[in-house]
């Protein structure tokens, strides 16, 4: 009986331990899985056209420091004294008993194109006389690396003087230092090297004068030794290594609207930043008066150009990141935005001039002028390139009237360099219309259309370009990016709803990547510190950097591109949209392996149906990358740059027709091999 008993009392128990883990789990919200299910059919035996290997690349504009104090990783600010403030980033230093003066000055200059210097005249040495550079919002240094400190230095007098270095971190103590000396009467380079005891973000560089007498100083540099494969006058390796990882197609420099300039004055002339760089003339940026603001991120006062990244660099950068060079030249149009200066239709020759002579230096042999230019500079091999911008984002009958004299020059002598043609700042609209009709009848070769939308619009858009003809122009979609309302904060997020419903939108560009054959999110690159525009692909401080969602969204379509498209069938329609689902596929011929990339943008996980039509036997398994986040407002950060970041995984593919569960709010790109 006893044991009877005990067995009733432990089956009692049991009961209720299980009815309340029942309760329990019934308690418990699972992932919800929409009930309305969709087929995803892949028309593998219906090949389409060719995918050219431009179709993804980049936009470069130097907006948000994204050249000094970013991708050109000079550490002095206005190293050349050419600053209209010329003392700008510069601070005098005199220490117990120390007595000097310092003065820019323009007699018996460096050469016409570099007039300015800074005189120090010491009196008393003290404990150190001197002045102090501040750097891009501090000057980023990483411990044990090398630095090569360089300076243009003439003395005018005799007395011997030397210069001592010192890097100081925040808290003011000393973490590197050097001496340099053997000054003559003549201009002559200087060199060291700086080697930090520890890294510092915003460090500060001293440059103390021992002895009494007076020297000219000008060309002050710090430059890491450590830069994109390790060239000289090369480019921050972090922030270069994120672009070479996207395998970009194409490299659009240098802009965007600096290519104009607020007034023709201010345009950006490519002659002007390549040879030696003490031949290279500064000028403002237009970003540093366009947004007057007390906001001290947008505060862009001291926002120049100094062209240590010139046309040479450019150029350079795309050879060695695997791109095609896209540069953007002026046509006779100051931003229509700012003053819309013209330049006469009858004084357009030197510009056109401008583009003729720019292809020679791209492109001509080391017997032409500018390719013999491009030689001395180290490179006699041609760029081989093999597109031109002709005008940003210009406008209206103006645009045109300038469009067709270049486009009949450039032609007649190069017709083998397609010509990138605007089709202005918006998306639609009269000025859209007005220059589309023009640039057909004008047979251009590449429209450039601009997208700076809220990401409905881009989920309404993925079929703008299903019905576009195809017997016009081809479309360069070159610049795009999703802008998600700011609530409370200075910026546009970057934030994942942008980058899901850009991605949705890119699916829409490769299914007709026969028209739209180029592509290109902007801006690119923004300082934490010192940004005028959001949202960006890329952000960075002194040392580090980090990809946005949208950098990950368009790294997933431009390192899966494929070779071909394939047609695409949603539920049965060629429509891109259907159950909250937007789907694009390739075949890639280089490894046979179908490509598909579906975009989720509902809530909830979706389970589909994908049917391979007319493929062989595929292989067992194939691989998915999926980009997502819980939440729509998720964003990456320097502390966090891998928040929103795709994660790869292996999936079953056991016939031509299987299942995959999509996650909520997702990208996900699918390789299918064997077929």
């Known amino acids: 009986m006893k044991t009877s008993r005990i067995a009733l009392a432990a089956f009692a128990i049991l009961t209720i331990i299980a009815f309340a883990m029942i309760v329990f789990l019934l308690t418990i919200q699972p992932p919800t899985v929409s ?61 117990n008993g120390a007595k000097g003066s310092l003065a820019v000055l323009n007699q018996e200059p460096i050469n016409a194109d570099n007039q300015h210097y800074l005189r120090a005249s010491v009196e008393k040495s003290g404990d150190g006389f001197g002045l102090l550079n501040e750097g891009f919002r501090g000057i980023g240094v990483q411990k044990g690396a090398q630095y090569s400190f360089s300076i243009y230095a003439r003395k005018t007098e005799r007395a011997p003087i030397n210069l001592r270095l010192e890097l100081t971190d925040t808290k003011g103590q000393n973490i590197g230092q050097a001496r340099l000396g053997g000054f003559t009467n003549q201009w002559r380079k200087h060199s060291i090297t700086l080697r930090p005891s520890a890294s510092e973000t915003k460090a500060k560089l001293s440059i103390f004068i021992e002895g009494q007498g007076k020297i000219d100083l000008d060309m002050i540099s710090l430059f890491p030794r450590e830069t994109f494969k390790n060239r000289p006058n090369g480019l921050r390796a972090d922030l270069t290594k994120l672009l070479a990882d996207l395998k970009p197609g194409f490299v659009r420099f240098p802009g965007g609207c600096i290519v104009e300039g607020r007034d023709l004055k201010e345009r950006y002339q490519w002659k002007t930043t390549i040879g030696d760089l003490v031949d290279r003339r500064l000028i403002i940026n237009r970003w540093n008066v366009e947004f007057k603001s007390r906001n001290v991120e947008r505060s862009a006062e001291d926002y120049y150009q100094s062209f240590g990244l010139g046309f040479y660099e450019y150029f350079q950068l795309c050879e060695d990141i695997g791109a095609e060079p896209l540069p953007i030249l002026n046509c006779g149009m100051a931003c229509q935005f700012n003053t819309n200066e013209l330049a006469p239709l009858d004084k357009l020759d030197p510009y056109i001039q401008d583009a003729l002579d720019l292809i020679e230096f791209a492109n001509g042999s080391v017997a032409t002028t500018w390719g013999r230019k491009r030689a001395q500079m180290g490179h006699p091999a041609p760029f081989n390139m093999k597109m031109l911008g002709v005008g940003n984002e210009q406008w209206g009958p103006q645009y045109i009237e300038r469009y067709e004299p270049f486009a009949k020059a450039l032609k007649a002598k190069y017709p083998n360099i397609k010509l990138i043609s605007s089709a202005g700042p918006s998306p639609q609209g009269e000025r859209f219309d007005f220059l589309w009709g023009k640039l057909k009848d004008l047979k251009a070769d590449l429209v450039d259309e601009h997208y700076y939308m809220p990401p409905k619009w881009f989920l309404d858009n993925a079929g703008r370009y299903d019905n576009y003809p195809r017997t016009g122009p081809q479309v360069f979609a070159g610049e795009y990016a999703a802008h998600v309302p700011a609530k409370g904060r200075p910026d546009r997020p970057n934030n994942w709803e942008a980058a899901l419903a850009e991605a949705a939108f890119l699916t829409g560009l490769e299914r007709n990547a026969d028209l739209v054959t180029m592509a290109s999110y902007a801006p690119l690159f923004a300082h934490v510190e010192a940004w005028q525009w959001s ?48 789907a694009s596929a390739t075949f890639d011929k280089r490894t046979g392996e179908i490509v598909l990339k579906v975009v989720n943008v509902s809530t909830s996980a979706k389970e589909v149906s994908i049917n391979l039509a007319g493929a062989g036997k595929p292989g067992k398994a194939g691989k998915a990358f999926v980009l997502t986040a819980a939440e729509l407002t998720a964003e990456n950060s320097l502390n966090d740059p891998a928040k929103v970041a795709p994660v790869e995984r292996q999936f079953a593919v056991p016939s031509n027709q299987f299942t995959y569960a999509l996650a909520a709010n997702s990208l996900t790109v699918l390789r299918i091999p064997g077929v």
């Open 35 to 95: 009930a309305q299910s969709s087929t995803i059919t892949v028309q593998v035996d219906k090949p389409g056209a060719a995918i050219p290997s431009t179709q993804y690349g980049i936009f470069f504009e130097d907006i948000n420091f994204a050249a000094d104090g970013g991708i050109y990783p000079e550490q002095i600010k206005n190293r050349s004294f050419e600053f209209p403030v010329a003392m700008m980033g510069w601070q005098k230093i005199e220490r």
């Open 535 to 582: 949202p960006n692909l890329i952000w960075f401080d002194n040392l580090r950097s980090f990809g946005t969602p949208s950098y990950y969204t368009q790294k997933l379509f431009s390192t899966n591109r494929g070779t071909n498209i394939l047609p695409v069938l949603l539920n049965g329609s060629t429509k891109n949209a259907q159950n909250d689902l937007y």
